[in-house]
C-alpha cells in the first residue's frame, strides 16, 4: 500500500515539531465537536515529507476510520491536474495560448455575450473577442457554473441541466456544444469568473490528443507518477477504501450525501477536467512533488522547469488579483493580493491576503474541503483531504496556512 510516512526529522527541515503539532491538535477539535468527520494531511519540506497526521473516520456512521489508502473525491482538484495535461500537449506544439477555442471545438466559433434581460429572453451581442486557450487555462473565457445564482446565464445553465451536474447520459463533447451554444458573461479576458473553462480544457485534451481525457490523464500523468488510486470511477473492489461524504448544514452538523459519493462508482458518461476525479492523498502528493521539482519526479519529466515557472505567475491583466478582476464568489476568504496562474491561484502579494505564505504561493482546492498548496521559495507543499460540502463552510484552508507556516523557523 503507498503510504504517507514521515520520511525525516522535521527540526532538519527547519520544521519545529511542537508548533506543527499544533495543526492536529486544532483540526481535531473539528471532528470532536462534529464539524468534519475526519482528515489526512501531510506536510513535506525540500522534497521529505516532515509532518503526517489524521484523525477521525472516513465514515462516521459506519466508525471506518481515515486510513492512508482512503479514497476521496477531489472534485476541483482535478483543474490543475488538467491544465498539466493540457500544457504538456502545448509543450509538443499542439496548439498555441493564443489560439482561439474554435479552430479546436466547432461550437465556439460566433460566440455571443450576454447583455440584459432574462434566462428566457436574453439580450446579446457579438463577442469583441474569441475564447482563447489562455482563457480557458485562467477562468478569463466568460463562461459560467449554473450553481453560481449570480447572473441570468448562471440560469441558463441551471435550466439546461448544468447545477450540480449534468445531463443524464451527456458525454462531455455534448456538454461542451451545450455551453459553446449560451451567451458568454462577458467579452473573453476582461474579467475572472470560476467556469466551466476547465472541463473545456479537458475536452480540447482530448481533440488535439485524439485519445480520451480518462486515457490521457492514466498514460502520460498517473501512470508515470505513479498515481494508481486516482481516476474517474472507483473499482467495486476498492469502493470499501472510499470517504463517505457529508453536507455540512448550517447548524454545523453533518448529514451524508451517499448519491454524490456513489457518482464515482461507475465510470461517468462525462469525464469532468473541472471536478471529476477520485483519488487518495498519497497520490496527489505525488502531483504536488512533480510541480514542487519544476515537473520531474524520481526521473521521470513531464512539463519543463520554465513551463511550471509560466504556469505559476499571475496572468490575469495588469497582475490584477481575484478580488478585483473577477465575479463575486463564496469563497471561504476574499481574493486580495492573489492572482491566477495557468491552472492555479497565485500568491502575489502576501500582505493583501492578510495570511502567511509567500509571494508565487500556488494553489487550489476542492468542493469537498480537499486542500493543496506548493510554496517554491520555501520548498514547501501541504495537503489536506477530508470530505465536507461546501468547502466555505468552514475556514479550514486559511487555518491550515496560518498554522503550517508558524511551524517554520530556520
Known sequence: MAKLAVEADPA????????????????????????LPGYLLAVTRGGCIAYVASYGRRDVEAGSPVEDDTIYRIYSMTKPITSVAAMMLYEEGAFALKDPVADYIGAFADQRVYTRGNPFLPATAPATEPVRIWHLLTHTSGLTYGFHYANPVDAMYRNAGFEL??????????????????????NPGEEWNYSVSTDVLGRLVEVVSGQSLDRVFAERIFGPLGMADTGFSIPEADHERQAALYWATPANQLQRADAARDEVRTPPALLSGGGGLAGTAYDYHRFTQMLLNGGELDGVRLLSDRTVDYMTINHLPGDADIEEFGRPLFPEDTYEGVGFGLGFSVVIDPAATKTLGSP???????????????DPLEELTTLFFTQ???????????ELQQLVYQALVD
Open 12 to 35: 532538519e527541515l527547519g520544521l519545529d515539531p511542537g508548533r506543527l503539532a499544533r495543526i492536529d491538535r486544532h483540526f481535531q477539535a473539528y471532528v470532536d465537536d462534529g464539524r
Open 165 to 186: 451536474g449534468t445531463p443524464p447520459g451527456m458525454d462531455l463533447a455534448g456538454a461542451v456544444d451545450a455551453w459553446a451554444s449560451m451567451p458568454l458573461l462577458f
Open 360 to 374: 508565487g504561493l500556488f494553489a487550489w482546492g476542492g468542493a469537498a474541503s480537499t486542500a493543496f498548496w506548493v
Open 388 to 398: 465536507v460540502i461546501p468547502s466555505n463552510q468552514y475556514p479550514i484552508r486559511t
